[in-house]
């Protein structure tokens, strides 16, 4: 092995430090020496200009004398002290270096020495000791991931919670209504009740005219709350199968139908507005508490998602709810030919 040999020159950068350090301290030396001599000459007088300086100018220069002579002192200890880091620093990086290469030396003849030892096998012994190497590979692998697999038993285990809603059983709604719209995810609350009490209040003699007439009666109710009702009266005339034209006369029934029909498409309130204590809804359900309603929700396509909330919600406020399905260009419609909502 050879013997690795430094040259033991002096820190980089340290001459021009140095430099500096003189430079300064020979400023700081001329500068007391000008204070020095100001002071000598403030001393001895100028007999140009007055016989003898201030009293004050004496203390003034000895002050500053003192300041600058302690000025010095302290850049004294801090050169002093930047010396001794530097040779610190010298000394500590040149036995780095020195270990350094004593490990790239090892390395180098460890490495050298695995080669030669791999040299002399023959390839089987060369593939057993490959296979070896890769055992000890694959045991390191299994310990990490033994590790691995005893941190996640001990940790806490995932708990998945599932919230499920009660659901009753269905009946029919035989008592007092409140029906609702639900489209495009707003939620608005159909005035029925108002629409037809404005039905009775106004005068259907024009109605019964052309039912009498043309066996066909329609008429436009509202708007109230951004809802009108499209109101149509049909008689219709059954005759009995089996029966003799002559002698059994025809059934007639009048045949009534409500089409609600809204102002604009975007009527309503988001669902989230829609159930909280101020929002329509809810303030019709209060007013009503006593007949205990039941709600008729009548909901499109793109609003299904909407549907399970607002069950939550009814079934936490103890009320029923009948869900009507719609198709997309469907029109909300009650008739006398048609069925009674199922509530749950």
Do not use: C
Not at 11 to 21: A, R
Not at 202 to 211: A, C, E, I, K
Not at 266 to 285: C, K, N, S, T, Y
């Amino acid at each position: 092995m050879r013997r690795v040999e430094h040259e033991e020159d002096g820190l980089p950068g340290q001459d021009s430090f140095l430099d500096v350090i003189a430079n300064m301290v020979g400023i700081l030396i001329i500068l007391v020496m000008v204070v020095a001599a100001r002071a000598t000459q403030g001393a001895g007088g100028e007999t140009e200009l007055a016989a003898a300086p201030p009293p004050s100018v004496a203390p003034r220069l000895q002050q500053e004398l003192d300041a600058a002579l302690r000025t010095l002192r302290d850049s004294e200890r801090e050169v002093e002290q930047s010396l001794a880091q530097a040779v610190n620093l010298r000394r500590e990086a040149v036995v780095a270096e020195a270990r350094r290469s004593e490990l790239n030396v090892l390395l180098a003849a460890v490495e050298q020495e695995v080669e030669e030892r791999l040299n002399k096998l023959d390839d089987v012994a060369r593939a057993s000791f490959d296979v070896q190497r890769e055992i000890g590979q694959k045991r390191i692998e299994l310990n990490d991931l033994t590790q691995e697999q005893l941190s996640l038993l001990d940790g806490p285990a995932e708990v998945e919670e599932v919230e499920s809603v009660p659901t009753p059983l269905a009946r029919t709604v035989t008592g007092d209504e409140i029906h609702v719209r639900l489209r495009g995810r707003r939620l608005a609350v159909i005035p029925v009740d108002a629409l037809l009490a404005e039905l009775r209040g106004s005068s259907v003699d024009y109605l019964r005219t052309r039912l009498s007439s043309g066996g066909e009666g329609v008429d436009v109710f509202g708007p109230i709350d951004e809802f009108r009702m499209r109101l149509s009266l049909q008689v219709e005339v059954e005759t009995l199968p089996g029966a003799s034209p002559l002698t059994t006369p025809p059934r007639r029934s009048l045949v009534q139908a409500a089409e609600f029909l809204p102002t604009r498409s975007d009527v309503g309130i988001a669902v989230e507005q829609a159930l909280l204590p101020g929002a329509p809804l809810m303030q019709a359900l209060r007013a009503r508490r006593a007949n205990h309603p039941a709600v008729v929700l009548w909901t499109y396509p793109d609003s299904f998602g909407d549907i399970r909330t607002i069950k939550r919600a009814m079934w936490e406020q103890d009320v029923p709810l009948a869900v009507r399905p719609l198709e997309a260009d469907s029109i909300i419609t009650f008739s006398t030919r048609g069925s009674k909502a199922q509530a749950q």
